[in-house]
């Protein structure tokens, strides 16, 4: 079936530097890439998201890249700050196509101040 | 206030005693989902809704069942429980077109002895 491979799954970074976390999806049809934040205790939240015609988004500190040849899309977090500190899923759907929407297994960033 | 909202936050019961997590979104979302989530295993969809009276399965769908009657409602039946659904489980929403970018409910802990 559908998978979403999701690496590393730790991420330890000092304050300041960047962070990658990086996915690979199996399903051609995917169309859609979410990447959801979840804080300790907290629901998890969106972030940012692209979508298959676009090979990369920014929002302020968050990045995302997109190839779908290769079908792998990562999220960039440059000058990490501790409240980045989290577990951050990526995740993927066929958009308007179907309802599932599969997600990786996470990444546990930690940001040391 | 735009929410999801779940009943119970904590659950602790026994093998084989039926439960109903509820789910109510205010927010006119046509699309529902429950996630259950564990460690290392990310967030696995258990079943979503398209809209009233659809719904299907995600990746792990045995040993639940769902309704979707009324739009703003999807509750998820555990009709026997098992110590293995012992989980966080997440209900969240979105409208239809938008698959990827849910908005999720506070959580239901979910133990079984």
């Known amino acids: 079936g559908e998978n979403v491979e999701q690496h590393p799954s730790t991420l330890s970074v000092q304050e300041g530097d960047s962070a990658v976390i990086k996915c690979t999806y199996s399903?051609?049809?995917?169309?859609?890439f979410p990447w959801y934040k979840q804080e300790l205790g907290k629901r998890p939240q969106l972030i940012i998201d692209?979508?298959?015609?676009?090979g990369e988004k920014k929002d302020q500190r968050i990045a995302v890249t997109l190839n779908k040849t290769a079908k792998h899309f990562s999220l960039h977090i440059t000058e990490t700050q501790p409240e980045d500190s989290a577990v951050y899923f990526c995740?993927?759907?066929?958009?308007?196509?179907?309802?599932?929407?599969?997600f990786g297994q996470g990444t546990e960033l930690s940001v040391k101040p | 206030e735009a929410q999801v909202t779940q009943n119970p936050r904590y659950l602790i019961t026994v093998t084989g005693k039926k439960l109903t997590v509820t789910c109510s979104q205010n927010?006119?979302?046509?699309?529902m989902s429950w996630y259950r989530q564990d460690p290392g295993l990310g967030l696995r969809q258990i079943y979503y809704?398209?809209?009233?009276?659809?719904?299907d399965k995600g990746d792990v769908p045995e040993g639940y069942k769902v309704s979707r009657k009324e739009k703003r409602n999807f509750p998820l039946i555990l009709e026997s429980p098992s110590p293995n659904q012992t989980s966080l489980y997440f209900c969240?929403?979105?409208?239809?077109?938008?698959?990827?970018?849910?908005?999720f409910g506070p959580g239901t802990r979910l133990t079984v002895t």
């Open positions: 969240a929403s979105s409208y239809r077109g938008r698959v990827g970018e849910q908005y």
């Open positions: 399903d051609s049809a995917s169309n859609y």
């Open positions: 692209i979508r298959s015609n676009v």
């Open positions: 995740a993927a759907s066929r958009g308007n196509q179907g309802g599932k929407l599969i």
């Open positions: 927010m006119n979302h046509e699309y």
């Open positions: 809704s398209m809209n009233v009276e659809v719904t």
